[in-house]
């Protein structure tokens, strides 16, 4: 199974968010997508995840279109985006939250094992499950919007920007946990960071994007090598 | 027993219908974001087919589901038909939030007609069984019949089975989560559009049943029910429009307040008072009782 991006064009008005994009993502693999602000990472997970239309190119997952899919229906195919900053419903308690990412499935018994196994992984989710999402921290937040996609049962995650506003241990938390579900489950993840650098360590690639356009594509070692490339795209 | 139970008794009488009208805008609010004045003749239409029915089945109890279920799909139909394509016709327009509003002032223009082309502008005699005679207790009759229990004990079983909906079912918690933040609810895999409609429909049925229980009080015509719509607006805006607690209260506050002043200062001023509580409550707490916050995203 493979993601497969080819000349993607998606417009926001008139103006080109994304312009000519192409890269392809194999099963198993951790692809972070890294590009400074208002490089057009978010529009990209939005139009993977069918938030946006696309006005050109094509996108196919395991050999098969997702253009003109609903989001609604791309989660029943194991496409599963968990979009920024927290994305939880803080009306609704911790245990519905998650209780949100198995609500379509027909396979009872297995949303009551991936439930299991997102508090065995989160435990602090566990001892909230009663709790208003609203009196989570926003560390807890972020783990609680990834264990809903987890429950999900996801083959294609997409998470945008998990580190946001998050401070350095809770971050260097959220990504071990990342790391260690995608060798759990052989998980394929797009991880869109501006936190490059964290994003990387966990990453096999990753596809540095600016402007709509694709920049350049390595492994992490390649990118964080290159001197021109650090102080252009990483930060430092 | 003293006036002021009997007053108190009243007003929850008259309350628990605001209450079930309040509800019946707020989850119409809550699915599409439209103020939905059509609310008083889908509830007119759903209680002219419950009439019908009572005529036909001569009882007057099993009318009341039909009411409901006829209520829960013309709502479903107006939603799927009228407001899902003009919302999609409009987004990102000019008159987008407007459009819907003036579209359900058209539908119940619309349907107010049918019913009177259908069944005359004639009072008719929806009647309950139960008697509207007050109860009596020692030597002295009070305001509040075996009907207006009736009313109390019917709303409480359709408030309770809503409850029970919304806080333990899967449907509940999708038309909860599409209602707070649809794009998640979406990343969820629920099917927006579909539980929009879903809300749509239980809107119907809770006017419905208000209609229904409400008519053997007094009659039946094309704008019988014109005036619980105001008291369904004032009841809503009580209660905060988002919460659905918050209609039902509001509700009760508003038949409460509405007995009382009846009672103690006299029938003259009731209905200017609903337009003052409404107004009020707009400056001094716009959010109403039971809205936190102040901002939330669509």
Redesign the interface.
């Given at each position: 199974m493979t993601l497969v991006v080819q000349g993607l064009e998606v417009k926001h008005g008139a103006i080109s968010a994304i312009s000519g994009l192409s890269f392809t993502i194999r099963k198993g693999e951790l692809v972070t997508i890294i590009g400074s602000n208002g490089a057009g990472k978010t529009t990209l997970l939005r139009a993977l995840?069918g938030?946006l239309p696309i006005s050109h190119g094509e996108i196919s997952w395991n050999e098969k279109t997702l253009i003109g899919k609903?989001?609604?229906e791309l989660?029943?195919r194991g496409i599963?985006?968990?979009?920024e900053g927290k994305?939880?419903?803080?009306?609704?308690t911790v245990s519905?939250n998650l209780?949100?990412?198995g609500?379509?499935?027909k396979d009872r018994s297995d949303v009551a094992a991936a439930t299991a196994e997102v508090i065995e992984l989160f435990p602090r989710l566990g001892e909230r499950l009663s709790q208003g999402a609203d009196t989570l921290s926003g560390g807890e937040r972020q783990m609680l919007a990834i264990g809903?996609a987890m429950i999900?049962r996801p083959e294609l995650l997409l998470l945008d920007e998990p580190s946001l506003g998050l401070a350095p241990l809770i971050i260097d938390q959220i990504f071990s946990a990342i790391d260690a579900l995608r060798h759990r489950t052989n998980l394929t993840v797009v991880l869109v960071e501006q936190n490059a650098i964290s994003a990387l360590r966990i990453a096999d690639r990753g596809i540095i994007i600016n402007l709509g356009r694709h920049v350049t594509t390595g492994t992490p070692s390649e990118l964080l090598n290159d001197p021109a490339l650090r102080a252009a795209y990483l930060g430092y | 027993m003293n006036t002021f139970f009997s007053t108190i008794l009243v007003g929850i009488s008259s309350g628990a219908i605001y209450s079930l009208m309040s509800l019946a805008l707020v989850l119409v609010w809550r699915s599409t974001r439209v103020v939905n004045f059509a609310a008083a003749g889908q509830a007119i239409l759903s209680t002219y087919i419950g009439y019908e029915a009572m005529s036909a089945l001569h009882n007057y109890w099993l009318s009341l589901p039909v009411a409901l279920i006829s209520g829960a799909l013309i709502s479903a139909v107006i939603e799927s038909f009228i407001m899902r394509p003009l919302a999609k016709r409009t987004q990102g327009t000019a008159v987008e939030s407007i459009a819907p509003v003036i579209a359900t002032l058209g539908i119940l223009g619309l349907i107010r007609s049918l019913v009177g082309l259908m069944w005359g502008n004639t009072f008719l005699q929806y009647t309950s069984p139960l008697s509207s005679k007050g109860f009596t207790v020692g030597h002295t009759t009070i305001p509040f019949s075996p009907l207006n229990a009736a009313i109390v004990v019917g709303a409480a079983i359709v408030l309770l089975i809503f409850a029970l909906i919304f806080r333990f079912t899967?449907l509940g918690?999708?038309l909860?989560?599409a209602s707070?933040?649809p794009?998640?609810?979406?990343?969820?895999?629920?099917?927006?559009d579909r539980i929009r409609t879903v809300g749509w429909a239980f809107a119907g049925a809770a006017g419905a049943v208000a209609g229904a229980l409400v008519t053997p009080t007094s009659y039946l015509s094309p704008n019988s029910l014109d005036l619980l719509l105001v008291s369904g607006f004032v009841a809503a805006v009580i209660g905060g429009l988002e919460s659905l607690i918050g209609a039902v209260v509001g509700g009760l506050v508003l038949g409460l307040g509405f007995a009382f002043i009846l009672q103690y200062i006299g029938s003259s001023v009731t209905f200017s008072a609903a337009f003052i509580i409404l107004i009020l409550v707009l400056i001094v707490r716009p959010q109403g009782i039971f809205g936190a916050r102040s901002t939330r995203e669509a």
């Open positions: 995840s938030l609903r989001p609604e989660v029943r599963v985006h968990v979009s994305a939880v419903i803080p009306e609704l519905e209780q949100l990412g609500i379509w499935r809903r999900s | 899967r918690l999708s909860r989560a707070f933040q794009e998640i609810a979406r990343l969820s895999g629920i099917r927006v």
